[in-house]
């Protein structure tokens, strides 16, 4: 918690943050690049080294990673060492202090054995903690965003963001995110979305002035702020603060809203308050009870103190975060980066995965496939105007624009295309027009040429050129042109229109688009993968239901789903979506799986209703259009070659755009999953079941049933053997289809097999009461049966985690992993040897005949026949175990 002097810098560092801004706003930009030593032609390399000392870097962090020695330190920060500390300070004053216990009669032992105990506990907490950071750290190379800079150069480079300094000369345009704060020296058509800062919905207009008379820097407008996103237009600008000394960077600690809390997140904190008040409920009860047993209030203390730690889910964190981790590495080396580490719950859980169809589907390799006028005849000048609209363009060139230069170059029109017209303005791409225009100076005379959507040109254009005529649009022609489109359509080809209009001027604004003539059409093919039939086959086979979502025709949609193999239950158009209510969309968005032309409000709308229809919903995207959507998604993914707006709006980053890519990260992120369950599960009843026999064992003994440092090393031996967990295998109808977590299920779990664990503590006590005479008559018959139940508390525990590791009966069929047989192992002979060794005897520990060894053994065997009776009738009364 923060106390009032830092609060106090806070604000007066965000108003000096504010101060600066609205400084640089008002000053002309000869005297702001002055006054960073900047020019139009950008810092050299001198002044980016004195500029990054002046101001500072592009990083908004809010300190440093803390040091290793800082990191260990607090590894031992918790329930489980303070309530070490206090047993061992209670065992120093009663065995070691030489004002209570005389020289001759003083151990060490068991001071020595706690210290042991504190120390292996922190160190494992210390290392799963520095691996899962470190592994997170490492996650954040794969994916770099970066941004045009000019540094001493006529042309814009790619630098990293965070390389950016006061003074750099920086460019953005439509899909941005902006860099840092700037102040625009040039721009065209700049709109930008300030949500992420003002949680205004609507993108203001940017300008190379400020007109606004209003004192909140948001409302600056020759200012952008870092973090918001260019929806549309082109600016140059200059960066006039970076990092922690940004708009954003000021306010970070009040804008950055914690992640919701997932379905994971809930049951972790459920399931950890339900133990908690298990401990603070049996912790007083046993102390009570066992006082008045055993009539020693010191004892006993100790001994509930010691049950607490039993009972203290102290490893879950460090568990969970090396399951994440871990899961997360493994993700990436399947191509799949996981940029915040808990959507790896929801990724697993994916039920419907919405997806657009350009480069899923298909090989987001689009090529020009045909290029005719319009009456139909193949058209080398359309392609010409075409070609003019999209190479002199500042806007951001898409596929299309691509296809069109690779096509002209093909055909050897693009140098004689450059060489007949200059440059004079441009209206840029946006997602309302749905079209883009540039206006040039040909033969001497302006003339703005346009491209875009068929039914957008068809609403702008009064004429249209049909066999060296110019005639005028009617609906006889409408139907003519319709129909060529469809046909293009139908063979599974995206259509755009080209068209062009002389006006006399030398800048162009959006009222010019209108009264133009249709020239032409393109055709684009973008061939499907080879991978797509069996990456959905994969999908459906792991129940995820694929749902396209496309702004492309439903003609184009349909014939590309019938290349792939993909069955339409349903199509839903943009058209239509905008007159259902929510209900009546969820109702049929359920049904449908083909979504068509739609704008980028309507994908966000489907996933919203989707996900209200309880359905754990992933979205994946690349352009522009989709980062509404992303944000709304459960889990929202995209790739490394999207805007930068799509990877900032997405959880999860592919490294390839591909379906069978998406395939092994769901795969992966279910193993993750299915192990966390596990442990939650199994820790959850095991804990409960303790709690019974503890309680139990304090009601009817006359003596503590277990020394406190016993069920100290037991806890100890089963939670190092719990953290080989998540390198545990997998069965394969744990992955098969999607789950989600449900705290219910974990309630069910303990209640159901609490009790049954508890049952073998139960006959233990009554071995060692009767069969071995442990009666607590002497200290020999005490020490022999806390040492007896010492052993069978370890066998019981391991083997109920081997046996409900997994849904198969008999378990044997599963296999686990390597090394979790090995941990299994290993735990288990150190509960069986560790009586005979000297280690044991400071403990207190006795020797105990082979016999009961033999004896735990076949009762472990009948344990593992019950456990598994009873996992038959769980799993038929509730569907599942884990």
Known sequence: MRNKKDNKFDQEHFKSVTSKIHENSEISNEQLLKKFNSSLDGLNESQVK???????NNDTKSGKEPHIIIQFCKAFINPFV????????????TGACWLFVPPSQQSWSQINIILFLIVVGGVIQFTQEYRSGKAARALENFVKNTCLVKRNTKDFEQIETKDLVVGDIVKIRTGDIVPADLKILECKDLLVSQSALTGESEPVEKLTINNSNSSEVGDYTNVCLLGTSVVSGTATAVVIGTGKNTYFGAMQASLQDADPETDFDKSVRQVSKMLLKFMFVMVPLVLVIDWYQTGSFLQSLIFAASLAVGLTPEMLPAIISENLAKGAVKMAKKKTVVKKINSIQNFGSIEILCTDKTGTLTDDHIRVEECIDTAGNTSDEVLRYAYINSSSQNGLQNVIDFAIMDCAKE????????NSFIKLDELAFDFNRRRMSVLVEENNTPTLITKGAFEEMLSISKYVE??????????????????????????GMRVIAVAKRQIDKTSAKLDDETEMTLIGFLGFLDPPKETTKEALEALEYYGVNVKILTGDNELVTKKVCSQVGFEITGILLGSEIAKMTDEQLAREALKA???AKLNPLQKARIVRVLKNADKVVAFMGDGINDAIALKESDVGISVDTAVEIAKESADVILLEKDLMVLKEGIVEGRKVFANTTKYLKITASSNYGNSISVLMASIFLPFV????????????????TQLFIPWDNVDPELIAKPRKWDAKEISKMLIVFGPTNSIFDIACFVTMWFFFHATGTTAHSTALFQTGWFIEGVSNSIFVLYTLRTEKIPFLQSNPSWIFNLAIIGSQLIGWILPYTSAGRAMGMVYITPWYILYIFILMIIL???VQGVKKLYIRSFGALL
Do not use: H, W
């Not at 004195?50 to 500072?56: P, Q, V």
């Not at 303070?82 to 004053?93: N, R």
């Not at 055909?411 to 450059?418: G, T």
């Not at 005529?469 to 139907?479: G, P, R, T, V, Y």
């Open 82 to 93: 303070f309530v070490l500390v206090i047993i061992a300070i209670i065992s120093y004053l």
């Open 466 to 491: 049909m066999n060296g005529k110019l005639l005028e649009i009617d609906n006889k022609i409408i139907s003519t042109l319709r129909k060529k489109i469809n046909q293009l359509n139908l063979e």
């Open 411 to 418: 055909k050897s029109i693009d140098k004689a295309a450059d």
């Open 864 to 866: 593992c026949l019950l």
């Open 705 to 720: 049933p277990m020394l406190p440092l016993e069920l100290l090393v037991q806890n100890l031996v089963y939670d190092i």
């Open 593 to 595: 799986n083909v979504f």
């Open 50 to 56: 004195k500029n990054l000392s002046s101001y500072g």
